[in-house]
């Protein structure tokens, strides 16, 4: 009972560090959370065009779950330092190291339960946004929110995972360090962070391999796979280049003893040099956040103000007719006389000819007829080889 005393004043104590914590991670768990059930539904699912929202929501999840991994290690590592000022505190009162490891598994379960039940709320109350949304850019009213186990089983279950290396990260360097000296680390100042060239490379490969995917492939259907591997490379790069490379950029700068000895790039570098290390998975998170948003708005847009654009290239002409023989001038009296009751503004017509094929049998010198939309015509394989030359083992 003391141990579950104890973590509830820390988290009380430190309600600023943590509730943005548990806020940052509930935003998160509601994004998962709302891509599962649009996933998951059944409605969406059967409407036209629904398939593909399905298939752009298993992208964006993948997306999303990536990030929540890495934000949460991240923000976990920062809050780490404060924590440890009263672990640290708790072992000069007399606690052992069990206690200490007890202490820190009970506010890691406290976090995990406030994150899901807030993140959970949060995206219930946006799932129904979601779904109007879809309503209104789909212009259909069969789209209907369904609240199955599914999903909320499914987000328990991920961020389960994400608590469980967090939690044993924490323990392990409970483990590696004395009880004691965790005091003392929390007012130490910040190491000089190691200069990875091999990281910083790397970074800047894959993230050009990510956009150079992303801009060459053909945007089909078929390209799901590529555009996959396009956003983890462009994921994985922008924390390389934020984390490795800015870091390599500023020893760069600071072994060229002239730029730097100035007293403007002096201050800027050192303040710099220091930060990077800290902010840069923050600052990777930020712009790769803001690029979502903004690759989600355009493309948003362009698919909604572009709707028409598709319809008329696919139709070109708002009404066509099919005869036997070319207009008559009787005909031509007809449709203007139509038009005028229905208060059409005809524009310029255009007549094409075109062949209709004649499907039937021919049985002993005689042909019948056959419909064209029941028409079937069976090759054999030798037949279809023949006929179109080319080497098949498909039968028709």
Known sequence: MIHYRLAWSSLKRNKQQYGLFVFA?????????????????????????????VLMSNLYLRFVLMLSVIFMFYVDSFIMKQRNQELGLFNILGLTRSDLRLIIIIEDILLYLGTIILGLLMGVSFLKLAFLSLQKLMQTQNLHEQFSRQPFLQVIGIFAVFFIPILIYNLFRLRKVKPIDLWGQAAQGERQPKNH??????GVLTLAAGYFIAVTVKPRITSFTQFTLAVILVVIGTYFVFI???????????????????????????GMFNRMKQNGAGL?????????????????????????????????YDIMMTTKQPLTVQNQQTIKSLAKTNQIRLG??????MT???????????FQKTDLSTSTCTLSTSQLKTTIGFNTNMCV
Not at 197 to 202: E, M
Not at 293 to 316: E, F, K, R
């Open 244 to 270: 490795a490379a800015s870091i390599s950029m500023l020893q760069f700068l600071k072994n060229r003893k002239q730029f730097y000895y100035q007293p403007n790039h002096f201050i800027s570098i050192s």
């Open 348 to 353: 310029q017509q255009q007549q094409m000819a």
């Open 284 to 316: 990777a998170s930020i712009c790769l956040l803001c690029t979502t948003i903004l690759v989600t708005m355009i493309a948003t847009i362009s698919i909604y103000q572009g709707g028409q654009d598709v319809l008329n290239s696919w139709n070109p």
């Open 197 to 202: 060239w091999i990281l910083a490379i790397l």
């Open 25 to 53: 991670s509930a935003i998160l768990v509601a994004l998962n959370f709302i891509f599962l059930a649009l996933i998951a539904n059944t409605s969406l699912k059967n409407a036209n065009g629904g398939n593909y929202i």
């Open 356 to 366: 209709e094929p004649t499907m039937g049998n021919l049985t002993k010198q005689k």
